[in-house]
T-cell receptor, first 113, second 113 residues
Framework: EAGVAQSPRYKIIEKRQSVAFWCNPI?????LYWYQQILGQGPKLLIQ????????DSQLPKDRFSAERLKGVDSTLKIQPAKLEDSAVYLC???????????FGPGTRLTVL | AQSVTQLGSHVSVSEGALVLLRCNYS??????LFWYVQYPNQGLQLLLK??????LVKGINGFEAEFKKSETSFHLTKPSAHMSDAAEYFC???????????FGTGTKLQVIP
């Protein structure tokens, strides 16, 4: 069974630029999560989707971050404009349904200069 | 609100020695507890989980953890460290199944030959 796929794996941008990350969850998984993992910290949930609807985005900085999951499968997370403090690893995870075990992708490492 | 405290951001052990990684939690309801492992440049992989059944939980790669309600602890152990155990380990808690998982700050395990 294929796992959660993410791209790109690495991205370097300058502050005030925009960037987008892509996630393809495990086939059949209804719930998709985006986490931000800053160096030295544990992952922090940014947004959770159930199919193509948002369940929780309470910790998403909505002035600069946006995410969508059109058709309830793939998802993209966008940052515009990026700040230095956005440098982190962005992890995508999926689960069969809300309340089930989460499976994580390899992450995208973002460096903002 | 739920939270997790991991004691020691770095732990070093000799190959063949006991591994003990400490985790204390706070939760207003009976929690679910998890240990995840993260190898360099990879996503998180579930090692083991406590979901209110047996208090001694066995996971993959010879790891186990014991849920102690009186001490609000969920320490991770392995009798004999192997070089391949070198990684970062995250303890996590959720209130109500696998939803709203809160991660600790992580412990980097170094195994010395």
């Amino acid at each position: 069974e294929a796992g959660v796929a993410q791209s790109p794996r690495y991205k370097i941008i300058e502050k005030r630029q925009s960037v987008a990350f892509w996630c393809n969850p495990i086939s059949g998984h209804a719930t998709l999560y985006w986490y931000q993992q800053i160096l030295g910290q544990g992952p922090k949930l940014l947004i959770q989707f159930q199919n193509n609807g948002v369940v929780d985005d309470s910790q998403l900085p909505k002035d600069r971050f946006s995410a969508e999951r059109l058709k309830g499968v793939d998802s993209t997370l966008k940052i515009q404009p990026a700040k230095l403090e956005d440098s982190a690893v962005y992890l995508c995870a999926s689960s069969l349904d809300t309340g089930d075990e989460q499976f994580f992708g390899p992450g995208t490492r973002l460096t903002v200069l | 609100a739920q939270s997790v405290t991991q004691l020691g951001s770095h732990v070093s052990v000799s190959e063949g020695a006991l591994v003990l990684l400490r985790c204390n939690y706070s939760s207003s309801v009976p929690p679910y507890l998890f240990w995840y492992v993260q190898y360099p440049n990879q996503g998180l992989q579930l090692l083991l989980k406590y979901t209110s059944a047996a208090t001694l939980v066995k996971g993959i790669n010879g790891f186990e953890a014991e849920f102690k309600k009186s001490e609000t602890s969920f320490h991770l152990t392995k009798p004999s460290a192997h070089m391949s155990d070198a990684a970062e380990y995250f303890c996590a808690v959720s209130e109500g199944g696998y939803q709203k998982v809160t991660f600790g700050t992580g412990t980097k395990l170094q195994v010395i030959p």
